[in-house]
Nanobody, 127 residues
Framework: QVQLVESGGGLVQAGGSLRLSCAAS????????RAWFRQTPGKEREFVAA????????YYADSVKGRFTISRDNAKNTVYLQMNSLKPEDTAVYLC????????????????????WGQGTQVTVSS
């Protein structure tokens, strides 16, 4: 059974940092791009960041560019999201995802291109 399990969320003050992890089991995702999305109640799931299967390409939403960094460790089948200078508007459930297409050139920001999802981890940023 394939599972993606996020961890590292929590409550932090504005300006603080958190590091999210997403560990995969049941399947190796070393040939697949990985991504982070986030969701708040009443809103659609929003793209945050993605990293190519090789780690050579990354892409960020404008709202997090310069503050968040996505990385991966294929040996651990894990992807990370380092979040710095957090703002109250970053408050959301953060979900990791794995691409449906192996060895994709670049990354996709489209939800439909990801077919494995974690359950999410709550990030709350207080002002």
């Amino acid at each position: 059974q394939v599972q993606l399990v996020e961890s590292g969320g929590g409550l932090v003050q504005a300006g603080g940092s958190l590091r999210l992890s997403c560990a995969a089991s049941g399947r190796t995702f070393s040939r697949y791009a990985r991504a982070w999305f986030r969701q708040t109640p009443g809103k659609e799931r929003e793209f945050v960041a993605a990293i190519s299967w090789s780690g050579g390409n990354t892409y960020y939403a404008d709202s997090v560019k310069g503050r968040f960094t996505i990385s991966r460790d294929n040996a651990k089948n894990t992807v990370y999201l380092q979040m710095n200078s957090l703002k109250p508007e970053d408050t959301a459930v953060y979900l990791c995802a794995a691409d449906s297409t192996p060895l994709r050139l670049g990354v996709s920001i489209q939800i439909e291109e990801y077919d494995y999802w974690g359950q999410g981890t709550q990030v709350t940023v207080s002002s």
